[in-house]
């Protein structure tokens, strides 16, 4: 089972425009993560949120976690058509470095 | 690029037969997962290999099986492969300085087609 569950499952938007996604999961945490896939190929590591951390920005990304809903969103500012991937949030579980994922969020930037 | 090198990048296989798929992991680190995504799915966690033991395992038949050498790099193995097993499989790694609950580094993946 997946514990992270990303809302919109798709996202079309134009270049300049912002992209919110957001992300559901289910069990407690230490932090949370933000990945990026370009095209069906390696994962990128975007961003780490910690549990005792509301917000936290990295150049044009924006995350914020509310664990209280359990929840948590990643903005990207200004999109550009570079930034087409899908987008994944994970946790972990287990005393090891076992990273559960969503389906994730996929991002169409048209120039 | 994370330093995270797999191979082959692409495979073709056909039912019943069996594969090896290979990872390297960066420099320094001596933990090595594998997940399996099938097209439209998040990654699913196969196993963790950590100093040449298993770490963990998810959900996955013991068909699914794995090595890690003392060069840390590793291998993913699957038997007797069936059409569901078509996927892109992700090898990632870690860093033996972190804490648990770290960033992962992912390789580019090893797409496997079973026919």
């Known amino acids: 089972s997946q514990q992270g569950e990303e809302d919109p499952q798709a996202l079309s938007i134009q270049e300049g425009e912002n992209a919110t996604m957001n992300c559901s999961y289910k069990?407690?945490?230490?932090?949370l993560q933000w990945y990026r896939q370009n095209s069906g190929r390696g994962l990128v590591h975007l961003i780490l949120i910690r549990s005792n951390e509301r917000e936290k920005h990295s150049g044009r990304l924006r995350v914020t976690l509310d664990t209280s809903k359990k929840s948590s969103s990643l903005l990207i500012t200004a999109s550009r058509a570079a930034d087409t991937a899908s987008y994944f949030c994970a946790t972990f579980s287990g005393g090891y470095n076992k990273l559960i994922f969503g389906a994730g969020t996929r991002l169409a930037v048209h120039p | 690029e994370t330093g995270v090198t797999q191979s082959p990048t692409h495979l073709i296989k056909t039912r019943g037969q069996q594969v090896t798929l290979r990872c390297s992991s960066q420099?320094?680190?001596?933990?090595v997962s594998w997940y399996q995504q099938a097209l439209g799915q998040g990654p699913q966690f196969i196993f963790q290999y950590y100093r040449e033991e298993e770490n963990g395992r998810g959900n996955f038949p013991p068909r699914f099986s794995g090595l890690q050498f003392p060069n840390y790099s590793s291998e993913l193995n699957v038997n007797a492969l069936e059409l569901d097993d078509s996927a892109l499989y992700l090898c990632?790694?870690?860093?033996?300085?972190?804490?648990?609950?770290?960033?992962?580094?992912f390789g580019s993946g090893t797409q496997l087609s079973v026919l």
């Open positions: 069990t407690s945490i230490n932090n």
């Open positions: 420099s320094g680190h001596n933990t």
């Open positions: 990632a790694s870690s860093s033996p300085g972190q804490t648990t609950n770290e960033k992962l580094f």
